[in-house]
């Protein structure tokens, strides 16, 4: 959707860290999420964050948010080759539940 | 089953003909959702049902597409006199309220308008 707008592409070394940008437009969002999609596969729920948070950490995952750019960000430490995907972030407004989603960022893990 | 299920996985169809897409939410999911994604772009909400009703149907194109949910578990996306444009993967997801719960979604179907 063009609220939400990711990089297309990010190539990585394996046990690299990734970092995925997102830009969202409206103020109101009071979720953000990130989706991993492989080939073949349903939409795979990574992690959230509510709009009141900065910053969530999950394992090999964190989520970087700021909220006066509307700027979120999900960096992968020790990337492995098994982390290759698209990957999606949403974000779902105040009122109703419907997400708006990116256009995703096709990440590459290279041995 | 498990998880969300659709089918068929994959529909052919001419240029004019309806098709029904069959969505079979996580058993007790009360919210069921319906998305479009095109080839190369993210997916793109179309319709979301709490219990049997459309809460929001604000995502369908146009008065081609329709979705029902009559008992409140499985639901059919239906979609009359199929132009190209319509080629792409439609995907359905349910969760267990409206809330932030995790909304799980199924594997898709692609549809191909020829």
């Known amino acids: 959707g063009e609220d939400v707008e990711q990089s297309l592409f990010l190539s990585v070394r394996e046990g690299d860290s990734s970092v995925i940008n997102c830009t969202y437009t409206?103020?109101?969002?009071?979720?953000l999420y990130w989706y991993k999609q492989e080939p073949g596969a349903g939409l795979q729920l990574l992690t959230y964050?509510?709009?009141?948070?900065d910053m969530k950490q999950d394992q090999r995952l964190t989520v970087l948010l700021n909220k006066k750019d509307k700027h979120l960000s999900l960096r992968i430490a020790d990337t492995q080759t098994g982390d290759s995907a698209i990957y999606f972030c949403?974000?779902?407004?105040?009122?109703?539940?419907?997400?708006?989603f990116g256009g995703g960022t096709r990440v590459l893990v290279k041995p | 089953g498990a998880g969300v299920s659709q089918t068929p996985s994959n529909k052919v169809t001419e240029k004019g003909k309806y098709v029904e897409l069959r969505c079979d939410p996580i058993?007790?999911?009360?919210?069921l959702y319906w998305y479009r994604q095109s080839l190369g772009q993210g997916p793109e909400f179309l319709i979301y049902?709490?219990?049997?009703?459309?809460?929001?149907d604000s995502g369908l194109p146009n008065d081609r597409f329709f979705a029902v949910r009559p008992e409140g578990s499985v639901s059919t996306l239906k979609i009359q006199r199929t132009e190209r444009g319509d080629s792409a993967v439609y995907l359905c997801?349910?969760?267990?309220?409206?809330?932030?719960?995790?909304?799980?979604f199924g594997q898709g179907t692609r549809l191909t308008v020829v």
């Open positions: 964050i509510f709009s009141n948070m």
């Open positions: 058993s007790g999911h009360t919210a």
């Open positions: 409206d103020s109101s969002s009071t979720y």
């Open positions: 997801a349910s969760s267990s309220n409206s809330g932030v719960s995790e909304a799980f």
């Open positions: 949403a974000e779902r407004k105040a009122a109703g539940n419907k997400l708006t």
């Open positions: 049902f709490q219990g049997t009703g459309a809460a929001d």
